[in-house]
């Protein structure tokens, strides 16, 4: 398996990321993380700002460039976004389970990549289920912040 990682592009991954997070559920029974519903509301509301399409920069896709979908296109295996704040989210496919630790990482590399846009600098913290004790473990191990859900 190669992974690979890359910006979101809002017009031609949206139908095909939510698609993704509504399998996770539906495989995990779990919301784990990141919710469809807070994914459509970076760009359709409630009453926030307008959605730039600068801030596809904010999600990453992580894929399995030796396996495709559907469609011919690499496999998602992993979508994380990054807000203004520390707060990040992310979804991993269950089947790519191991890569947990490998995806967590790469997101506090690019955040602390990204300029600063706010007092609280380049920390990221994860909401993590309070049910989910490997993942917290985890987020422990790294030294990570932890926001439950």
Same mark, same amino acid.
């Given at each position: ?35 469809? !519903?807070?994914?459509?509301? &970076? ?9 730039? *399409?600068?801030? %596809? #920069? +904010? ?8 396996? !495709?979908?559907?469609?011919? &296109? ?9 807000? *203004?704040?520390? %707060? #990040? +989210? ?27 846009? %706010? ?31």
């Amino acid at each position: 398996m190669t992974l690979g990682v890359r910006d979101f592009l809002w017009h031609e991954d949206y139908g095909t990321v939510m698609k993704f997070l509504a399998e996770v559920i539906e495989l995990t029974q779990s919301v784990r993380n990141l919710i469809p !519903t807070r994914f459509e509301n &970076r760009k359709y509301g409630p009453c926030g700002p307008e959605y730039l *399409d600068e801030e %596809d #920069s +904010f999600v990453k896709i992580w894929e399995d460039t030796d396996t !495709t979908d559907s469609s011919g &296109r690499p496999r998602i295996v992993a979508v994380g976004v990054f807000t *203004d704040s520390p %707060d #990040s +989210f992310f979804s991993l496919h269950p089947d790519y389970k191991h890569l947990d630790r490998e995806i967590i990482i790469d997101m506090e590399r690019m955040k602390a990549a990204m300029p600063p846009t %706010d007092d609280r600098g380049l920390r990221i913290a994860f909401f993590v289920e309070a049910t989910d004790t490997e993942r917290i473990n985890l987020m422990k191990d790294l030294g990570l912040l932890l926001l439950w859900s």
